[in-house]
C-alpha cells in the first residue's frame, strides 16, 4: 500500500515537537523543574569542631542552622583519610578497592578511571548543567576529579606549578590551594549564570587543612589561644579557618536565596575526613581513629523531613545512591554502588544496620619523615565494634579492636580480649578483597611523566 503524504507530514511536526521539548527541558525552567543539587565538601573537618555536633565554640552559626532544617548523620564514616580517595567514594559510591583510586602519591594507583562513573556524569547524562569548583591540588584533575564537570576551575595551580609533584610522584600541595573565599567568588558567579536550568554544582573548601593560607585576621582574633604554645596556637587557628569557611556557606545560602532556587535545591554538606590535632599523638590525617574518619553529614532535602538525627552509621558512599534514589536518575547501565541509599533511614521504621569500610595506603610516606613509615591501614566497623588492621608492605603488623559504644575516644584495644570479634571482623575485611597484597611503589612510568607535563604539574 503506497504511503500518503500526511503521514510524513505527521511525523516531521512530531519530530520537531520532540527536539523542542528536550531543548525547552535543558535550558530554561519548567513549572516541574528538576531539583538541583549543591554538594560543599569542606576538607580535613572533624566533626566535633562543629556546633551541631558539639562543639562548645561557636565556629558554625550557618551550618548550625542548616543542620536545624536538615537530616544530620551523627556517625558518618570516611572510606578513606586521604583527600582524593575519600572524595572519589563521595562521587562515585564506591569504596576505593573497587573505584581504584587508593593513593595520594606515586603516580601510581592515583586517578580514577574513566570507566567509573562519578555523581557529576550522572547527572550530566540527566540532563544537569554541571560546575566544579575545588582549592586544593587533591582533587584536581590530575586525580581524575572532575569527570562529567562541563565547567571546572581549579586555576590555583598556576601559582606552583613546579613543586606539587617530584619526579617520583610525591605530592606537596604546598600553595596549590586557594582561600574558601575565592572559591566561592567562582562558584557564585557560575550559580547566577545556571540559576534557570537544573544543575549540579560541587564547592570544594580547603582552609582547615592546614594554616599555610590564613583567615582573615577578624577570624583569627575571635579564636585567640590560650597560650602561646604551638597546639593550641594550631587549634585556634583550625578553628579560625572553620568560622571563614562557614561565612562563605552563608553568602552561598543568600545567593540561592537570592536567586529564588533555594527552595529547589537539594544541599549536601560533607567533610572528606578529620584531623588528629593530638589526638593518639597525631596531628594531621591518614590514619583512621574517629577523629579522623567520622564525617561532617548533613543533608538538605527542602520540603522533606527537617530537623531529623540518625544516629546509625552510615557511609560517604551513601550519598550518591541517595541521590540517585531521590532524583529518580535515569541509570546508564553501569551505576552498580558500594553505597545504599539513606531514605530509608528517615522513615520511622528500623533500617538494617551497614557495615562502613575505610582504608588509608600510606606505604608512600616513607619518602616523608613520617611516623607512617611504610604502614598501609584498613579499617571495618559496624557502628559497635571497629577493627583496624596495620600492614606493612604485604604483612600484617597487627590488629587493634574498639569498642565504639563503651570507648568512642578508642583508648582501649580490646583485640586480646575478644579474638572471636577481632576475628570475625577480619574475615569480612578478606571477603571484601580490600587488601593490597603488593601496594603501590613511588613510581610513575614515561607515559605519566609526559601526561603531568602537558598538565603543567612538572617540569
Ligand atoms: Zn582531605
Redesign the pocket.
Known amino acids: 500500500m503506497k504511503r500518503q503524504p500526511l503521514n510524513w507530514i505527521f511525523w516531521i511536526v512530531l519530530f520537531v515537537f520532540l527536539v523542542r521539548t528536550i531543548n525547552c527541558g535543558r535550558g530554561k525552567p519548567s513549572s516541574d523543574q528538576k531539583m538541583n543539587v549543591l554538594l560543599i565538601t569542606l576538607?580535613?573537618l572533624r566533626a566535633d569542631h562543629l556546633g551541631c555536633y558539639g562543639y562548645a565554640k561557636n565556629t558554625s552559626p550557618t551550618l548550625d542552622a542548616l543542620a536545624s532544617t536538615s537530616i544530620v548523620f551523627d556517625h558518618a564514616i570516611a572510606q578513606s583519610a586521604?583527600?582524593p580517595v575519600?572524595?572519589a567514594s563521595i562521587m562515585t559510591g564506591l569504596n576505593p578497592y573497587n573505584h581504584d583510586l587508593r593513593s595520594l602519591h606515586g603516580g601510581v594507583s592515583y586517578q580514577l578511571p574513566d570507566s567509573r562513573l562519578t555523581l557529576a556524569e550522572l547527572m550530566e547524562a540527566n540532563g544537569y548543567a554541571t560546575g566544579g569548583f575545588v582549592s586544593a591540588f587533591?582533587?584536581t584533575k590530575h586525580y581524575g576529579l572532575h569527570q562529567g564537570f562541563e565547567t571546572w576551575d581549579e586555576e590555583f595551580q598556576k601559582k606552583d606549578q613546579v613543586k606539587i609533584l617530584s619526579e617520583t610522584g610525591v605530592v606537596n600541595t604546598g600553595t596549590a590551594q586557594r582561600t574558601c573565599d575565592v572559591t566561592t567568588e567562582k562558584a557564585i558567579v557560575w550559580l547566577r549564570q545556571h540559576a534557570e536550568m537544573p544543575f549540579f554544582a560541587w564547592i570544594h573548601y580547603?582552609d582547615v587543612?592546614d594554616p599555610i593560607l590564613l583567615p582573615p585576621d577578624e577570624y583569627l582574633k575571635r579564636f585567640y589561644p590560650k597560650s602561646r604554645d604551638k597546639p593550641d596556637i594550631l587549634r585556634s587557628v583550625y578553628d579560625a579557618e572553620i568560622a571563614f569557611m562557614d561565612d562563605q556557606i552563608n553568602l552561598i545560602l543568600k545567593e540561592l536565596e537570592a536567586l529564588k532556587i533555594r527552595e529547589n535545591t537539594i544541599l549536601a554538606v560533607l567533610s572528606?575526613?578529620g584531623e588528629g590535632l593530638g589526638d593518639h599523638d597525631w596531628w594531621g590525617?591518614s590514619i583512621l581513629y574517629q577523629e579522623q574518619i567520622r564525617l561532617v553529614f548533613i543533608l538538605s532535602l527542602p520540603g522533606r523531613r527537617e530537623g531529623v538525627r540518625v544516629s546509625s552509621l552510615v557511609r560517604s558512599i551513601d550519598l550518591v545512591p541517595t541521590l540517585h534514589e531521590l532524583l529518580n536518575l535515569n541509570t546508564t547501565g553501569k551505576n552498580v554502588f558500594d553505597g545504599k541509599s539513606l531514605l530509608e533511614m528517615m522513615d520511622e521504621s528500623e533500617a538494617p544496620p551497614r557495615i562502613a569500610y575505610s582504608e588509608s595506603i600510606n606505604d608512600l610516606t616513607a619518602y616523608y619523615d613520617s611516623q607512617m613509615q611504610n604502614e598501609s591501614l584498613y579499617a571495618i566497623s559496624d557502628g559497635r565494634w571497629k577493627l583496624i588492621l596495620h600492614r606493612e608492605k604485604s604483612n600484617d603488623k597487627g590488629v587493634e579492636l574498639f569498642d565504639l559504644q563503651a570507648d568512642p575516644h578508642e583508648l582501649t584495644d580490646l583485640s586480646e580480649k575478644h579474638p572471636e570479634v577481632s576475628a570475625q571482623l577480619r574475615n569480612q575485611l578478606d571477603k571484601m578483597q580490600a587488601i593490597l597484597q603488593d601496594p603501590p611503589r613511588p613510581a610513575m612510568d614515561e607515559k605519566t611523566k609526559e601526561r603531568l607535563k602537558s598538565l603543567g604539574y612538572i617540569k
Open positions: 576538607d580535613t586521604i583527600t575519600s572524595h587533591p582533587v580547603f587543612h572528606d575526613h590525617h
